[in-house]
């Protein structure tokens, strides 16, 4: 949460005008107590919220030819596809159920009506996202639905089957590493979706993760890694973990950093454990102090940087296909937008796939030329 507040008020400085959206959005005392000049604040998937104060606050003249179109809030050639709203899970660190509810999927044959309409309007990257990928269509027992009258079931598998017939990028964000996610590894392997997967492993502790009522199980995770890698070699795996979780001992934290070297994931996000209000794991002993949990944020960051540079340095001398953000700046197969790393280069329009050769890389970016 911490992170949320100071990103708002980052934002503020730079901009001057904010409108707080999501699921931050439900502590609206608390976000005005500290950033009282905020514009707005709207709950989470409330896009007509959004837009009424965009408006009132940045008004346009009326246009009868696009004021009836769907609002988009990211760049044109790249969208995100919301295939559930909720969850069933019963993380500690988490409250999305308690603002959400369970999972509740939407009709396959509706994402794929929304996936089609953006690809015509010119989406090149649609990334697949909810509180749960990998459970998609479970509270509905998988029914079968129909995509251009042909059944199709409302699982994963099949929608990820599906959309890689729409000839645009696909990438699966938040995919909880469930044994039919193996199934979707050929698709990468064949071209059909992007090989990426953003899998929140959390931790690697077997008690931490008790705690957090997390799958608690290291071994077999490196396992799962081994085959993926093995079905397709170009498979990027991203993650994401917490550190200081309230207990979590320097044995534990150096099982975390020791399970980091093993698995040699490609792109990974730390967070340091904060307190959200209503979460279980605020009743658990052994808080962490501060100074603690941000040392081990640094050391944890320290140990994949390293891993990520010699990831990346493997990728010199190699020719890349590369969507264009903006002039200058773009990502490979292994980047998603804003939390990944990037390509750079000199030239190219937003929205175009180009071949960038890659001439150098950092820790976390490649640098290259446009073929």
């Not at 899970?89 to 996936?115: K, N, W, Y």
């Not at 929608?159 to 017939?165: F, T």
Request: with cysteine; net charge neutral; charged share 25%.
């Amino acid at each position: 949460m911490q992170e949320s507040l100071d990103a708002i008020g980052e934002a503020l400085t730079e901009n001057g005008k904010v409108i707080v959206t999501g699921c931050l959005g439900v502590k609206r005392n608390l976000i005005k107590n500290i950033h009282p000049s905020v514009l707005a604040i709207t709950g989470p998937h409330d896009t007509p919220a959004v837009m009424k104060a965009v408006h009132a606050h940045l008004p346009k003249p009326h246009d009868p030819y696009t004021d009836l179109i769907g609002v988009k809030l990211t760049p044109p050639h790249y969208a995100y596809l919301k295939i559930s709203e909720g969850c069933n899970h019963r993380c500690t660190f988490c409250i999305i159920p308690s603002m959400r509810g369970d999972l509740v999927s939407r009709p396959i044959g509706e994402v794929m009506q929304e996936a089609e309409n953006l690809v015509k309007a010119g989406v090149k990257e649609l990334l697949v996202i909810s509180q749960d990928t990998s459970a998609y269509g479970v509270d509905i027992r998988y029914r079968t639905g129909f995509v251009h009258g042909k059944p199709t079931k409302t699982r994963m598998t099949d929608l990820c089957k599906s959309l890689g017939e729409l000839g645009a990028w696909v990438r699966l964000h938040y995919v909880y590493p469930y044994p039919h996610v193996d199934e979707v590894i050929p698709l990468m392997a064949e071209g059909k979706i992007l090989p990426y997967l953003d899998v929140p492993f959390q931790h690697a502790s077997p008690r931490i993760l008790k705690l957090m009522k997390r799958p608690a199980n290291a071994e077999k995770v490196l396992e799962r890694l081994g085959e993926w890698r093995k079905g397709c070699p170009d498979i990027t795996v991203r993650s994401t973990f917490i550190v200081g979780f309230p207990g979590e001992t320097e044995a534990e934290f150096e099982e975390l950093l020791s399970f980091l070297k093993q698995a040699q994931l490609d792109r990974v996000g730390c967070f340091e454990y904060s307190p959200v209000e209503g979460a279980a794991a605020n009743e658990l002993p052994g808080a962490l102090p501060e100074d603690v949990k941000r040392h081990r944020k640094e050391k944890f960051m320290e140990t994949q940087a390293a891993i990520s540079a010699r990831k990346l340095k493997a990728k010199v001398g190699k020719t890349l296909k590369v969507l264009v953000d903006e002039a200058g700046v773009g990502r490979s197969s292994a980047d998603a937008p804003e939390i990944d790393g990037v390509v750079r280069f000199k030239g190219g329009k937003a929205g175009e796939f180009r071949n960038v050769h890659i001439d150098r890389a950092d820790a976390h970016d490649l640098h290259g030329r446009l073929q």
